[in-house]
């Protein structure tokens, strides 16, 4: 940061008004302020952001736009009643839809290629495929679709298909993105990490002691959102992704989970396979919100790569990465209130392609805005 005292000048820029502040630009706050400005063109919408690009979750994730498979509803299940879980298949359904018509599927390399959750146990493959008409029975009352969900293999693997599904490119979904909210007159302010925020009376403190005057504040950080927020709700998982080198004749080409969703992996292009997962492996560890590599969970990708995808001997890690997922107890996002002029809005709780702009465009929907 730049050491320098503020000028005189400088008054009118450090200390402004505006009526939507939203602090994170990833997924969920470029959505909120995209739908903001939408439904009020003469508001002022800002956005800060502490990276010079999105850094948590938003680019760094896997490009799935999928809704769920049979294993992981079962899982869910668990977790949530069955009313709430109906209620987010129907808002990943409809999110995606949102999702791909807003910005363009042509413009973020959308491939409805459907989704694999692939089977290396019998048993197991036993107990989830018993499952299937009834949880096609659920998509044909959610979601109006037919035989979403049907009983095949891949690669010698029992597995069970999901035509609904499919891959998108994050990257440019959220290079899209951010030129929608530019060309609606949204302000981003990147690097500008936010580091106070006074709930009830909107008053925003950055990292450069600029200080925001608010109408209405939006807590769209995900995972980070506990060092800000009066709430805490919202539980870190980091997430590690690797993506090999080219591969000849690579036979994995759709979007692929394993183990509830701890594992998927897809192709990327012709020749590339991209895969990660396996928090579950070192789960402790993982519920941080520090970037990094954890060694024994990438050992045991690698040996999955290895045992189960079986890519030919020789292939190489060309890139890895983690982002930072945000998690609620039960899985289903978080908006709330939490101050007289403030609203949280995170917990995607790693779905977040498939929830992250209908649950901005909610919040939106939300805001008190005099223009
Ligand atoms: C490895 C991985 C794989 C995933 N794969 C998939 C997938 O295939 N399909 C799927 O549906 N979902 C997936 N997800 C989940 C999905 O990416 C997230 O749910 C979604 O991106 C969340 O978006 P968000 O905008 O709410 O949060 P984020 O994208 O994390 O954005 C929050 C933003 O807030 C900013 N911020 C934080 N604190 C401050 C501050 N104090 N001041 C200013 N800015 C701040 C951060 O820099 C960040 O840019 C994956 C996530 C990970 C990590």
Redesign the pocket.
Same mark, same amino acid.
């Given at each position: 940061m730049i050491e320098a005292r503020q000028s005189y000048w400088e008054e009118v820029l450090y200390n402004q008004h505006c009526d939507v502040l939203i602090? &994170? =630009?990833?997924?969920?706050?470029l959505s909120t302020a995209l739908f903001s400005k939408r439904k009020n063109p003469n508001a002022r919408v800002v956005v800060? !952001?502490?990276?010079v690009f999105?850094?948590?979750?938003?680019t760094?994730?896997?490009?799935? =736009?999928?809704i769920g498979t049979v294993g992981e509803h079962l899982a869910d299940l668990e977790l949530d009643s069955e009313t709430k879980l109906k209620e987010r298949i129907k808002s990943r359904f409809e999110g995606l839809q949102l999702l791909t018509s807003t910005l363009g599927e042509q413009e973020i390399d959308y491939d409805p290629c459907g989704g694999w959750e692939i089977f290396t146990d019998q048993q197991v493959f036993e107990e989830v495929a018993i499952q299937v008409d009834r949880f096609n029975n659920w998509m044909s009352e959610l979601i109006g679709e037919e035989e979403v969900y049907s009983i095949g293999k891949f690669e010698g693997y029992p597995a069970i298909f999901n035509r609904v599904e499919g891959a998108l490119h994050?990257g440019k979904m959220i290079q899209k993105l951010i030129a929608l909210n530019i060309a609606a007159g949204v302000e981003i302010r990147w690097q500008? !990490?936010?580091k106070h925020l006074d709930f009830d009376n909107g008053i925003v403190t950055g990292s450069h002691t600029e200080q925001w005057n608010a109408e209405n504040v939006v807590l =769209?950080?995900?995972?980070?959102t506990n060092?800000?927020s009066n709430k805490e709700t919202i539980k870190p998982g980091r997430?590690?992704?690797f993506v090999t080198s080219p591969i000849k004749d690579i036979k994995w080409k759709s979007t692929f989970h394993y183990d509830k969703g701890y594992v998927?992996f897809r192709n990327l292009g012709a020749d590339r396979l991209l895969i990660?997962g396996g928090r579950n492996v070192d789960y402790d560890k993982e519920t941080t919100n520090e970037f990094g590599i954890n060694e024994s969970i990438k050992n045991f990708l690698i040996g999955f790569v290895n045992d189960v995808i079986k890519l030919p001997k020789g292939w190489k890690i060309e890139r890895e990465w983690?982002?930072?997922? &945000?998690f609620t107890e039960s899985k289903s996002p978080s908006l709330e209130k939490i101050g007289a002029k403030t609203w949280q809005v995170?917990g995607?709780?790693?779905?977040?392609?498939?929830?992250?702009m209908a649950l901005g465009k909610k919040a939106a929907e939300q805001l008190r805005i005099n223009n």
């Open positions: 602090v &994170g =630009a990833g997924l969920t706050g800060l !952001e502490r990276g999105p850094i948590g979750a938003s760094r994730n896997a490009g799935f =736009a999928c994050p500008t !990490e936010v =769209a950080t995900n995972a980070f060092r800000l997430g590690l992704v998927y990660g983690s982002g930072i997922m &945000g995170a995607l709780s790693g779905m977040g392609v498939a929830l992250g």
